[in-house]
């Protein structure tokens, strides 16, 4: 059973509005959590890290939190663009050089 | 070079033959990384370099794939007598800092499939 499980697998919203983007994750003890998001045919590219002492991080119209407890995160995307249109990925370190990946949740931005 | 660089980023190939793929990570960094990513699946570990040695190759699916790093730089990922089940997109990484503090970097990945 995978480590990091995402939620939803796949949605649809309309171009200006905002969708948050689940991660549930069993990785314990870890050290710090990422989000990525990958455009297709692309690589994955760094959004937010978070260490298990921050509750939440922002990038631009994107904020991801964090609660280490219920060993939850969450991926928000504000007033939602076309190019937002891609794979974002979940990723638990484990370790100092292993990472626990999420399937990712694929989000569709429609004009 | 300013990112990491993978080739080809495409290949097509037959059953039964050998590819390799080559990562080229960002100068300076001397952690390096081998992911595999399937249709509608998270990435999977494959190996870890520091350096030139390859502390953790547990990842490798099969005596099939090998992978060495020379000069502390440039990476080759070998899969020996390809199978169908081998069609992915193989994701290289390199990080400056371990991965409990430091960021990850990809490249572009190399898309294979076998015929």
């Known amino acids: 059973k995978n480590q990091v499980e995402q939620s939803p697998q796949s949605l649809i919203i309309l171009e200006g509005k905002n969708c948050t983007l689940q991660c549930n994750y069993t990785v314990s003890p870890f050290s710090n959590l990422r989000w990525y998001k990958q455009d297709t045919g692309r690589g994955p590219v760094s959004l937010t890290i978070m260490t298990f002492s921050e509750n939440t991080k922002s990038n631009g119209r994107y904020t991801a939190t964090l609660d280490a407890d219920t060993k939850q995160s969450s991926l928000h995307i504000t007033a939602s663009q076309l190019s937002d249109s891609a794979s974002y990925i979940c990723?638990?370190?484990?370790?100092?050089?292993?990472?626990?990946f999420g399937a990712g949740t694929t989000v569709t931005v429609r004009a | 070079g300013a990112g990491v660089s993978q080739s080809p980023s495409n290949k097509v190939t037959e059953k039964g033959k050998d590819v390799e793929l080559r990562c080229d990570p960002i100068s300076g960094h001397t952690a390096l990384y081998w992911y595999r990513q399937s249709l509608g699946q998270g990435l999977e570990f494959l190996i870890y370099?520091?350096?030139?040695?390859?502390?953790?190759k547990s990842g490798l699916p099969s005596d099939r794939f090998s992978a060495e790093r020379t000069g502390g730089s440039v990476s080759t990922l070998t899969i020996q007598r390809t199978q169908q089940e081998d069609s992915a997109v193989y994701l290289c990484?390199?990080?400056?800092?371990?991965?409990?503090?430091?960021?990850?970097?990809f490249g572009e990945g190399s898309r294979l499939t076998v015929l």
């Open positions: 370099f520091q350096g030139n040695s390859a502390p953790d």
């Open positions: 990723v638990v370190s484990v370790d100092d050089y292993k990472l626990s």
């Open positions: 990484a390199s990080s400056l800092l371990a991965l409990n503090t430091g960021e990850l970097f």
